[in-house]
């Protein structure tokens, strides 16, 4: 059980276009989920918080006009990096909770701005 | 600020060695402390501890808490190439985030 798909696992964009990211909770309900994003050789740095039916919250030092995330469903979140840059480049991985059980991760999306 | 420490950030031993990989934590209102190891792509869990003191087994992994401490460790046993990977702490401060720490880098060399 706890399973969630993350999809694209893999993604190269043109500098300046946009980017969906979809994080679905397989087999339960998320109550919330999280993004994180990770450089190479460096941990998981959380990037926002989202909730079902309400707005995430972002992290300190996160544009959220340019990492759009919406939670329309207890079971599908998605993250837009808009106006992508090379500096986005990086590993994006979300993780969802079931209610107050653990915390499930997503295989990741390795995003490459060219 | 809530801080999280891991050491050591990389360890390099032979197969069947014994390793310690430590965490420190400096938070406020601790909830959990949970385990995870990362190979290529997303973590997987190891070891959710709330209480201190009890130790949490599964195979030749180990783990404990030490709340007064603020520390936790995890122990690997006759270690195998498989063990290879990123292991992350990560505290659960009561608000449901988890922060994670910096990582150690375990490598097993055959």
């Known amino acids: 059980g706890a399973v969630v798909s993350q999809h694209p696992s893999r993604v190269i964009c043109k500098s300046g276009t946009s980017v969906k990211i979809e994080c679905r909770s397989l087999d339960f309900q998320a109550t919330t989920m999280f993004w994180y994003r990770q450089f190479p050789k460096q941990s998981l740095m959380l990037m926002a918080t989202s909730n079902e039916g309400s707005k995430a919250t972002y ?3 996160v544009e959220k006009d340019k990492f759009l995330i919406n939670h329309a469903s207890l079971t599908l979140s998605t993250l837009t990096v808009t ?3 090379p500096e986005d480049s990086s590993f994006y991985i979300c993780s969802a909770r079931r ?3 653990g915390y499930t991760f997503g295989s990741g999306t390795r995003l490459t701005v060219v | 600020e809530d801080k999280v420490v891991q050491s ?3 360890l390099v ?4 060695d014994t390793v310690t990989l430590n965490c420190s934590y400096e938070v406020t ?3 959990s402390l949970l385990w995870y190891k990362q190979e290529k792509k997303a973590p997987t869990f190891l070891f959710m501890l709330t209480s201190s003191g009890i ?3 599964s195979g030749r992994l180990s783990s404990i808490l030490d709340k007064k401490e603020l520390f936790s460790i995890l122990n690997i046993t006759a270690t195998q190439t498989g063990d290879s990977a990123i292991y992350l702490c990560a505290p659960n401060f009561g608000n449901e985030k988890l922060t994670f720490g ?4 375990l490598t097993i060399i055959p």
């Open chain 1, 59 to 61: 992290e300190q030092g």
């Open chain 1, 83 to 85: 106006s992508a840059h």
């Open chain 1, 99 to 101: 209610g107050g059980g």
């Open chain 2, 8 to 10: 050591p950030l990389s």
């Open chain 2, 13 to 16: 031993v032979h197969e069947g």
């Open chain 2, 29 to 31: 209102n601790f909830r």
């Open chain 2, 55 to 57: 130790e949490k087994k």
């Open chain 2, 102 to 105: 910096t990582g150690t880098r």
